[in-house]
């Protein structure tokens, strides 16, 4: 593979001379092999040049048919072969990272067009791969038994052996078992309460031998925007174990769908505590031979951590429309937390004692030193309410609290942002009101670059927006009228969001008995694998997906996707981040609740055209529209130039 993609003049700048070669691939290269010149990716293309040359951070607002993923990956690929080090391109979830390299992509298209070898590797979140810890246990359990065995069987021939590896192939990837639905994938697949660093069998699992092959990528490592922030919370703390960081050191980082990187850091930055686990860690330390003082404290330990999560069960709520529960924060809390973290307090004095006396396996005593030093700095954040947002979530094995910083930008801004490189943000959706201040304030950007430049595609004539819903019609029922309409009209071809799982549920179970659509094809979220899903929808013009994830990211050009129903407006769910959010806002609605809607609103919306020849409609089934002029005349203000709302 050459080092450069073009022919290299010294005494010249670099970056200069990769925007004279980027102008000739858009001008001549791309157009000879029937791509079209669009003004936009070029105008795009000549931004980026000076981001990368004073390696500084912009906002790249494009449209959609801008080009704007050709124009970021031609100076990633430049600039890592520059640097000798590969570029990140971090992704919103991981179907956009499948939309990037499958076989027709945009990674593909240069390949094939230009003959630019590039070697794009995956990095993948941990939660993507299949843990054989978990896999052991499933197949023994009483629910989908042959399921797991059939797994367990499919495993490679080295996952069984003891003696070194000869060869290894990539294995335990979700996208492997697409035939898994969601909640067989929860059953075996790694969750935050896995300890892979004690792990017998962490040398032959996936996920490690995962890490191995893309750490070696010369170009492009492509992850999710939560897998780099996972990089980012974890890296001096995995140095500090003598652990490599998650990602290797990098030349660059582009952010696709960067609006939406906020909600990964403070993901990325949550503390979960389990009782469960917390009792499975310490009660190690009782096999090894150890005071009694310890013991004690150990014993203590445990009753504390049940106590409070008894606590916990009793001062929470389940939220309507929300995995997660209200955690209703009092004085009881309070004193469990405070007594708890006294007695690990206690435990953390005597371990370092212990460690003295060497009757404690130091690999051992290390897992459960970090441990409590993590629990300690929830509990501790837990305790200065003003500061978090917390709540539980239920699961067969109990409670787990979940504890999260409020604001990241600190963190952001320390951990990316003081980096000395470029950083591209890149979406359709980067400003507010034409300014880019507010996300970059959210982040701890104090210093950037920006520009917006509009989709090249003509929507009038080619895009219809409909409120279908008639006189009488209202509820439930009347939206499942209103959106079989829209079905039948368009044979299928359809995809339908939803703004929760909820009513996602909801739709299913109902449309089943719905004779008049008896003859279209219906695929739901998280019934498999969500690429199989979205290359059958693809592949199948009467398909109709339907999903909660896709406002972002899905690109369909072509017939089998004429059809966008919202089904309702994407309003923020009621849990207890958004919750928080509100509470330091002086209008909630009008700050929160609003923006967050009109945003993801925009993107779904932007999944019906997405080539210059496709046209169809986008249906609004939301009964808000009829009774709120405000929210219409917003939604109004959403459509594209020429594009008009009509009701009924």
């Known amino acids: 593979m050459n080092r450069y993609p073009f022919a290299v003049e010294p005494g010249k700048p670099y970056v200069q001379q990769v925007g004279e070669w980027v102008a000739d691939v858009f001008y001549d290269a791309l157009p000879e092999a029937g791509f079209e010149v669009r003004d936009e990716q070029i105008y795009m293309a000549f931004q980026l040049e000076k981001a990368f040359a004073d390696k500084r951070t912009i906002f790249a607002e494009a449209g959609v048919g801008t080009g704007k993923t050709l124009a970021y990956l031609l100076y990633a690929v430049s600039y890592a072969r520059y640097h000798r080090k590969p570029a990140i391109i971090a992704c919103a979830d991981e179907s956009l990272i499948e939309q990037l390299v499958k076989p027709e992509g945009d990674i593909a298209k240069l390949t094939k067009h230009l003959g630019l ?45 003891s003696e070194g590896m000869q060869s290894f192939h990539a294995y335990g990837d979700r996208k492997m078992y697409p035939h898994l639905n969601d909640r067989q994938w929860d059953k075996v697949n790694w969750d935050p309460f896995q300890d892979c660093f004690v792990c017998d069998k962490r040398h ?6 995962s890490r191995e092959f893309y750490r070696q990528s010369a170009d492009l490592i492509i992850c999710s925007h939560d897998f780099y922030m996972e990089h980012i919370w974890t890296y001096e703390g995995r140095r500090r174990e003598g652990q490599l960081p998650l990602l290797p050191e990098h030349c660059a980082v582009v952010f696709d769908e960067g609006h939406l990187l906020e909600s990964a850091a403070q993901k990325a930055l949550t503390y979960r505590i389990k009782h469960e686990s917390f009792e ?33 069960d009793r001062h929470s709520r389940v939220v309507p429309g929300s995995d997660r529960r209200e955690v209703r924060l009092n004085g009881e809390l309070y004193g469990a937390v405070a007594r708890l973290r006294g007695t690990l307090d206690a435990i953390e004095e005597e371990l370092v004692f ?8 130091g690999y051992q005593l290390r897992i459960v030193e970090e441990h409590l030093e993590m629990m300690q700095k929830a509990l501790g954040l837990f305790q200065s309410s003003g500061s978090l947002i917390c709540w539980a979530t239920d699961s067969p094995t109990g409670l787990t609290l979940v504890i999260m910083p409020k604001a990241v930008k600190e963190v952001l801004r320390e951990g990316v942002f003081s980096r000395s490189m470029p950083i591209v943000f890149s979406s359709a959706t980067l400003s507010v009101n034409g300014s880019f201040d507010y996300l970059a304030d959210t982040l701890g950007i104090d210093r950037y670059l920006s520009f917006s430049v509009a989709s090249p595609y003509e929507y009038a004539g080619r895009m219809e927006a409909l409120c279908p819903l008639r006189e009488g019609e209202s509820g439930f029922s009347g939206k499942l009228k209103a959106a079989a309409r829209m079905l039948l009209r368009t044979g299928g071809r359809a995809l339908m969001l939803f703004p929760s799982r909820e009513e996602l549920a909801e739709f299913q179970a109902a449309v089943s008995g719905c004779e008049e659509l008896s003859h279209l094809d219906f695929v739901f979220e998280g019934e498999g694998e969500i690429s199989r899903l979205i290359a059958e ?11 909660v994830t896709l406002w972002e990211g899905l690109d369909v050009p072509g017939p089998s996707l004429s059809n966008v129903i919202v089904w309702s407006l994407p309003f923020p769910p009621n849990d207890p981040v958004f919750a928080a959010k509100r509470l330091d806002a002086a ?18 919306i932007g999944r019906l055209i997405r080539s ?20 219409t005349e917003l939604v109004s203000g959403l459509l594209p130039e020429g594009v008009e709302l009509r009701f009924g």
């Open 612 to 631: 210059r020849d496709d046209s169809g409609l986008v249906a609004f089934v939301a009964s808000e529209l009829q009774e709120n002029p405000e929210l």
């Open 587 to 604: 209008s909630p609605y009008h700050e929160v609740d609003l923006p967050y809607m009109l945003l993801r609103l925009k993107q779904g």
């Open 537 to 547: 929808f693809e592949a199948n013009e009467t398909m109709v997906l339907c999903a």
């Open 354 to 361: 212990e460690s003295e006396l060497y009757t404690l396996d």
């Open 280 to 312: 499975q860690l310490v009660t190690r330390l009782l096999k090894n031979d150890i005071r009694e003082i310890l013991a004690v404290l150990i014993d203590e330990a445990i009753d504390r951590s049940e106590e409070l999560f008894v606590l916990l």
């Open 204 to 209: 032959r699992c996936g996920q490690t031998l």
């Open 117 to 161: 070898s590039i070697d794009a590797r995956l990095a993948k979140s941990q939660d993507r791969y299949l843990c054989l810890n978990k896999l052991d246990r499933a197949r023994t359990e009483y629910e989908d038994p042959e399921l797991y065995r059939e797994l367990y069987e499919q495993l490679p021939a080295f996952v069984h052996k």
